[in-house]
């Protein structure tokens, strides 16, 4: 990381306060117990037949497949009909049924199989994002790394089986680096608040060594431990789905939108007004209509962007991006 002495000067004036009272903190922050260790036993002891453990009453039985599409196909109309059953659809389906509206989900192909089972596994508020905030003035920023750590805080607390707190070390080969890193990390303490996971904190270069003996020792003074969250995407992902079928949302996958339909209303404007869709197994059609439709399709959405207007820009532009996992013996 390049930064002219100028932009480290404005971090440090921004930074220091904050970092330190993370510092001030750390003493009675500091713990080495899993800070969702009660969440997890509770998640582990609960049985789906323990009379004790208080259920929803609008949570219904898993329907079958076949019931599924008998439902759907016999619904005149949903309130809400989603094209996407990744993250984005899923939770848009958990939302729209737990608050009244009827709706219906489908995927293409099976749930989770895009990108929301390819991500990092993290949950983080993003440092990059808090720097950019820092060097930049950016309070749009700010208040986006801030609302992320609660997210990160919300999720490892409801879905304890599904999440973890996981420790990061961050290497540092330049000496200046080690007190601007260090008050930078302070600052992602400092903004989380009373719901940081453990407090950050620094490392001597054998201590880091010791951890990861092929670490580059030529150049290095040290390393910074901070931490954030991990989580089973897909799994998440799935649970959102089941949730939303248990509440009464009818939601399949494999089913594939071949077309939009359309309606003209007396004002003489044309709106999408459902989907005609195909089983993928079968090759069954029939038409799925809806007050409102909801592209959650993802890196996908010009697809069904150009059924509803085959001259429409096209929105997406595809990224990727690469991750190595070593063995636990390349340490």
Excluded at 80 to 92: C, E, F, M, R
Excluded at 169 to 176: A, E, G, Q
Excluded at 180 to 195: E, S
Aim: aromatic content about 10%; some cysteine; glycine content about 6%.
């Amino acid at each position: 990381l390049q930064l002219n002495f100028r932009k480290i000067m404005l971090a440090w004036k921004y930074v220091l306060p904050a970092a330190a009272v993370g510092g001030a903190a750390m003493g009675w922050i500091w713990s080495d117990s899993d800070p969702f260790a009660s969440e997890k036993t509770r998640a582990a002891s609960i049985q789906v037949e323990d009379k004790n453990v208080a259920l929803d009453k609008r949570l219904k039985e898993l329907p079958s497949r076949k019931s599924i599409f008998e439902h759907m196909q016999s619904n005149r109309e949903f309130d809400v009909l989603v094209i996407g059953g990744g993250a984005t659809g899923a939770g848009i389906a958990v939302d729209a049924q737990t608050r009244g509206l009827s709706t219906a989900l489908v995927e293409m192909d099976d749930f989770s199989s895009g990108t929301s089972s390819r991500s990092t596994k993290l949950i983080h508020g993003g440092v990059r994002y808090l720097q950019s905030a820092i060097l930049k003035l950016d309070i749009e920023q700010y208040r986006m790394v801030k609302e992320a750590l609660f997210e990160r805080y919300h999720l490892l607390k409801v879905a304890p089986h599904l999440s973890s707190v996981l420790p990061i070390m961050l290497p540092i080969y330049s000496l200046w680096q080690v007190p601007y890193f260090y008050l930078g990390i302070k600052m992602y303490d400092f903004v989380a608040g009373k719901r940081r996971l453990k407090s950050s904190y620094y490392i001597s270069k054998q201590k880091a060594l010791d951890l990861f003996p092929l670490l580059k020792k030529d150049s290095l003074y040290g390393a910074l431990i901070y931490y954030d969250g991990q989580h089973n995407d897909a799994r998440m992902n799935i649970a959102l789905i089941l949730t939303a079928i248990r509440y009464g949302a009818q939601c399949a996958n494999h089913v594939e939108v071949v077309d939009l339909l359309k309606k003209t209303d007396p004002d003489g404007v044309t709106k999408v007004c459902g989907a005609k869709v195909r089983d993928c197994l079968t090759g069954h059609q029939w038409e799925i209509r809806a007050k409102s439709v909801v592209n959650a399709t993802g890196a996908f959405c010009d697809q069904i962007r150009l059924m509803d207007n085959p001259k429409a820009d096209l929105l997406v532009v595809p990224s990727q991006g690469v991750h190595i996992v070593l063995p636990s013996y390349y340490r």
